[in-house]
C-alpha cells in the first residue's frame, strides 16, 4: 500500500492503522510538521520524505511511493493507494484483490468511499454524494484505488505536474493502452474531508476548476475530450455571463441588470434535481451553482499560469 498525506495527524494514524494487512507500506510525507513522519516511522513504516524544494502534487507523491515499493517488493503485482485523510474498509483488500484476479484486463478498481461526517456539513454531504459513482467499468477513479503495477508502469505512472485531477488523467492514458477500470459494489475506505467553512468548500472548486482546464489542455481533443463540457460550463456560468452582465450596465445602465435573472431561473431549474428535503435541496442548488464561479476562477488561475509560464502550486482546502 501506498498512503500519502501532510500535516493529517490523527487521519494519518487511522489510515495506517487500517491497512495492517497489506503486505508492505509506505508512507510518502508532504512537508508534515504535526509529527506524522516521526510516528509513521515509530510505527515501523516505511517513510518517503520529498523534497520540499520541489513542488509538492499528490501525483508526485504518489509515483514516489510506488518507486519505493518497487524496491522493496520487486516482484510486487498490485498496489493499493490512499489518501492520508481516509481508512481502508475491513475486508476491502481482499474484495479488491479477487476482482483483479478475476477480471485480466482490469488496471483499477475501487469500491465505496464514503464521508466519515456527512452530518455535521452540508459540505461533508456534498462530498458523500460525490463518491457515489454507477457500479460497473468506470471512465475514471480517485485517490483511493486498487491498481495493477504491470498497468501503472506501462502508461508511466501519473503525470507529477497534475496539481489537481492527476487520476483521471491517467485512466485517460490507462483506457487508451486497451485497460479497463472499475467500480465493485464493496465497501473501500472512509473519508475525513473535515469541510465545514465555506471557505474550505470554495477553495476545494476553485481547484476542481484548475483540474477541469488541465484535463481539458492535456486530452480535450476528440474523441476524449476531456473536461471540455465542464470547462466550457464554468467559463459560461462563472466568467461570461457575469461580464456580459456587467457589460449590459455599462451600455444600458440600471435596465442591463436584467441579464442577472438568468441566475434565479437556473436556481430554479436545478432545485427539484437535488435530494433531500426542501430546504437541502435550495442549499445543494445554491452551491451548485456558486460553485461555477469558483471552478471559474479555477478555469482562470490555469490561464495565468500557461500565461505567464508560472509554477503550479498546490490548492489545498485543509
Known amino acids: 500500500m501506498v498512503a500519502i498525506g501532510r500535516n493529517e495527524g490523527e487521519r494519518l494514524k487511522r489510515c495506517l492503522s487500517s ?33 520540499m524544494r520541489e513542488g509538492f502534487t499528490a501525483a508526485r507523491a504518489r509515483n514516489a511511493g510506488f518507486r519505493r515499493l518497487r524496491e522493496l517488493c520487486p516482484q510486487l503485482q498490485l ?24 477480471e485480466a484486463h482490469a488496471a483499477a478498481v475501487f469500491g465505496r468511499r464514503r464521508e466519515r461526517h456527512p452530518e455535521r456539513s452540508i459540505y461533508n454531504r456534498i462530498c458523500d454524494a460525490e463518491w457515489d459513482t454507477p457500479l460497473g467499468e468506470a471512465r475514471a477513479c480517485g485517490g483511493d484505488v486498487m491498481m495493477r503495477s504491470q498497468a501503472l508502469e506501462a502508461v ?27 467500480r465493485i459494489e464493496a465497501e473501500m475506505t472512509r473519508h475525513d ?33 476531456m473536461w471540455v463540457w465542464e470547462s466550457r460550463r464554468a467559463w459560461l456560468w462563472g466568467i461570461w455571463l457575469p461580464l ?30 437535488q435530494h433531500g428535503a426542501l430546504r437541502e435541496r ?34 489545498e482546502y485543509k
Open 193 to 225: 474531508a473535515a469541510m465545514t467553512r465555506f471557505g474550505q468548500w470554495w477553495r476545494r472548486n476553485v481547484r476542481s476548476g484548475y483540474a477541469f482546464a488541465l484535463g481539458r489542455a492535456a486530452h480535450g481533443a476528440p474523441p476524449e475530450r
Open 282 to 315: 435550495i442549499g445543494l442548488a445554491a452551491l451548485e451553482l456558486l460553485g461555477r464561479f469558483a471552478e471559474g476562477t479555477g478555469q482562470l488561475r490555469f490561464a495565468a499560469d500557461h500565461l505567464f509560464r508560472g509554477r503550479s502550486q498546490i490548492i
Open 79 to 102: 498496489v493499493q493507494f490512499v489518501d492520508g485523510d481516509c481508512e481502508l474498509a475491513a475486508g476491502w483488500l481482499a474484495a479488491g484483490i479477487g476482482f483483479l484476479q478475476r
Open 19 to 51: 491497512a495492517r494487512q497489506a503486505g508492505a507500506i509506505v508512507y510518502v510525507d508532504s512537508g508534515s510538521n504535526d509529527g506524522s513522519v516521526a510516528w509513521a516511522r515509530s510505527q515501523g513504516i516505511e517513510v518517503v520524505e520529498l523534497d
Open 244 to 273: 456580459a452582465c456587467a457589460a449590459g450596465v455599462i451600455a444600458f445602465g440600471a435596465p442591463g441588470l436584467a441579464l442577472l435573472v438568468i441566475y434565479p431561473l437556473q436556481l430554479a431549474r436545478r432545485i427539484p434535481r
Open 156 to 182: 508511466g505512472g501519473y503525470r507529477d505536474d497534475f496539481i489537481a485531477g492527476e487520476e483521471p488523467e491517467l485512466c485517460v492514458r490507462l483506457r487508451a493502452a486497451g485497460w479497463t477500470i472499475w
